[in-house]
């Protein structure tokens, strides 16, 4: 949809990965012998996604940043960092705000905003985990209820991974 117009030009992509985990030393989130940190382990979902998005809106496969700025905070205990956010910058004035933690409330969302309407993506890191049908949502400027667009995913989102895997093995 957003290739095709739908949104009329891209301007703003929104991605969070937020999850409110209880502090335990152990849990890779909080280790740094683990290579703990929100940013790493799940920051760079909305990262890629907002790399993939930008990238469609111009034909690519992806865009890479020409500007990004980002902000976070420590955890006390673990001094792994907690959450951060960033504003970023993509060719073609596509603008990013993306943020992470591991101990702030549970968002895990992303809204793709253009000239002429917005997409929200329940679940943009994840779709069809469990083999579970997912949706997104599109919001026309002018329009009444968004259109709602389905999509199963009948052997799960895993499933898909491994499958890739092997194909890219088995070719070398």
């Known amino acids: 949809l957003v290739r095709s117009g739908?949104?009329?030009?891209?301007?703003?992509?929104?991605?969070?990965?937020?999850?409110?985990?209880?502090?335990?030393?152990?849990h890779r989130l909080f280790n740094r012998e683990k290579g703990g940190g929100a940013i790493l382990d799940i920051g760079c979902y909305p990262v890629s996604f907002?790399?993939?998005?930008?990238?469609?809106?111009r034909g690519q496969p992806y865009a890479n940043p020409i500007e990004?700025?980002?902000?976070?905070?420590?955890h006390p205990l673990a001094q792994t960092d907690e959450y951060a956010a960033?504003?970023?910058?993509?060719?073609?004035?596509?603008?990013?705000?993306?943020?992470?933690?591991?101990t702030i409330v549970h968002d895990i969302s992303a809204?793709?905003?253009g000239t002429k309407g917005w997409l929200d993506v329940p679940t943009p890191f994840f779709p069809g985990l469990d083999a579970k049908t997912d949706r997104f949502y599109l919001h026309r400027q002018g329009a009444g209820a968004p259109e709602e667009f389905v999509y199963p995913c009948p052997?799960?989102?895993?499933?898909?991974?491994?499958?890739?895997?092997?194909?890219?093995?088995?070719?070398?």
Do not use: M, Q, W
């Open 86 to 102: 960033a504003a970023v910058k993509y060719p073609g004035d596509i603008i990013a705000e993306l943020s992470c933690g591991s």
């Open 111 to 113: 809204r793709i905003h």
């Open 6 to 26: 739908a949104i009329g030009e891209l301007r703003l992509i929104r991605a969070s990965f937020n999850v409110a985990r209880e502090f335990d030393p152990e």
């Open 50 to 57: 907002s790399r993939l998005i930008a990238g469609a809106a």
């Open 155 to 172: 052997a799960g989102l895993y499933a898909y991974e491994a499958d890739a895997v092997a194909e890219a093995i088995a070719r070398g």
């Open 68 to 74: 990004f700025h980002a902000t976070g905070r420590l």
